[in-house]
């Protein structure tokens, strides 16, 4: 039994959009209706109580029930399939490394980007080749849609008011990929994170963005400085900030080909990238300058990017042929967190 | 309800009704040691300075600490650091 307020409007889609923009529940684009028999087959879908409450979402702490995320990832255009991830989503969020509260509140364009692992991605259609970060798939764009919805309507982000992005950025919307676990030369993140092959997860990753990296060749050498020397922003809050947090590398399949095929592991991706990935201190202005060998960021002179090599986060995704790597500066403050994925008794 | 009419479910949601209990405000603060927790914003440093002024003008406050936020938010290490050592804080918040 459904418990939220029932609330009637019109069927007419250009009222429907009037009415979300006048009471601020959705992003500004049109929403699917969640009626009940829409947000039952959610619910039936994990054959979980409605009233259970998944968490507690930052800042408002609104009570995020089954029901309510239900409501959300139907208004997203979410199939009923896709709600497993959506739960596990909202789990991951609310771990308190992961800092919801300033990334819900803070200037910086920060989001929440959901990796996702294991068989999951094929059940459901999630897209981790070409264009994964793109338009053009339901899955994809529907769960990172929703996930949005909810840190709106249950955490209480309102744009301006409570959400203080000095910009913003287009991952707000939606942001979501699959891992190409079948293209990656390694262990897949999830692996990585102590979970079993077999063991559908999301990861979230409070991502600042996206930066394109354009390496050509096979080289390993010329590809990881060229990714090394692409995430040295001063600018970034990784470098700047007090915390150095977990930068992401989103390594093309191609770029990953490359280095597996030269016998590197991922450690030494990361190592690599992480010797080369340093900036001058006297580009610094002084006052950071002191700010960074007070926090022992410095050695020979050049800022490290993070304290550790294994700080840095590597994943593997991307359509075959390109030389695109894509990085993610973080907010810095935050840690990215991986919950497994519970398929719900359907 | 009219055919052109649909029923949907409100998405939001709100915190559990709960009781929240202030620490107890002084009623004088002449002669209190304040803290002042500075959370690196330029508006922070603008307004503390006036903030001050008053505060050992008016009310004539003793001893003023200035702290830094180590991150967006001083964890239990630090809130145990100020209570232990002033009276009162002005926190820093946003810009």
């Known amino acids: 039994m459904l418990s939220s307020r029932r609330v009637t409007v019109s069927e007419s889609a250009d009222d429907l959009l ?18 009940e028999d829409r947000v039952e087959a959610f619910v039936g879908q994990v054959g979980r109580d409605p009233e259970e409450v998944i968490a507690e979402v930052a800042p408002r702490f609104g009570v995020a029930t089954v029901e309510k995320l239900a409501i959300n990832a139907v208004m997203a255009g979410c199939r009923p399939e896709y709600f497993p991830v959506i739960l596990a989503a909202v789990e991951a969020i609310v771990e308190p490394s992961f800092n919801l509260n300033g990334i819900q509140c803070t200037t910086n364009p920060v989001a929440p980007l959901l990796i996702i692992n294991g068989p999951i991605r094929g059940e459901i259609g999630i897209n981790s080749k070409a264009n994964a970060l793109g338009q053009g ?30 910009l913003g950025q287009p991952g707000k919307f939606t942001f979501c990929l699959g891992e190409d676990e079948e293209e990656n030369p390694w262990e897949p993140l999830h692996v990585e994170r102590g979970f079993s092959r077999q063991q559908s997860t999301v990861t979230v990753v409070g991502a600042a963005g996206t930066n394109n990296i354009c390496a050509f060749g096979r080289d390993p050498d010329i590809i990881l400085t060229i990714i090394a020397h692409s995430m040295t922003s001063m600018g970034c809050n990784n470098v700047f900030g007090d915390e150095a947090g977990e930068p992401l590398i989103i390594l093309c399949p191609h770029h990953a080909g490359a280095c597996g095929e030269a016998g590197l592991s991922k450690v030494d991706v990361k190592r690599t990238i992480w010797q080369r990935a340093r900036i001058p201190l006297d580009v610094f202005p002084r006052h950071l300058q002191q700010e960074k060998l007070a926090q022992g960021r410095v050695v020979d002179g050049k800022v490290l990017l993070t304290p550790k090599p294994e700080d840095l986060m590597v994943v593997v995704a991307g359509g075959p042929g390109g030389c695109h790597t894509v990085t993610c500066p973080t907010f810095g403050d935050t840690i990215a967190a991986t919950k497994p994925i519970r398929m719900g008794s359907r | 309800m009219s055919k052109s009419e649909v029923i949907i479910l409100d998405p939001v949601a709100w915190p559990k009704a709960t009781t929240l209990r202030l620490a107890t405000r002084p009623t004088d603060i002449k002669g209190m040691t304040v803290g002042y927790l500075d959370n690196g914003w330029w508006s922070f440093g603008l307004l503390i300075d006036r903030v001050k002024k008053q505060l050992v003008e008016r009310y004539g406050v003793g001893d003023a600490i200035h702290y830094t936020k180590v991150k967006s938010s001083p964890g239990t290490k630090q809130i145990e650091k100020l209570s232990g050592e002033c009276q009162f804080v002005i926190n820093g918040l946003g810009n």
């Open chain 1, 18 to 35: 009037e009415r979300m923009d006048e009471w601020g529940w959705a992003d500004g684009l049109p929403i699917v209706p969640p009626t």
């Open chain 1, 137 to 166: 798939c339901r899955a994809n764009a529907t769960i990172g849609r929703a996930l949005r919805f909810v840190l709106l309507n249950i955490g209480g982000a309102t744009p301006g008011t409570v959400d203080k992005a000095t």
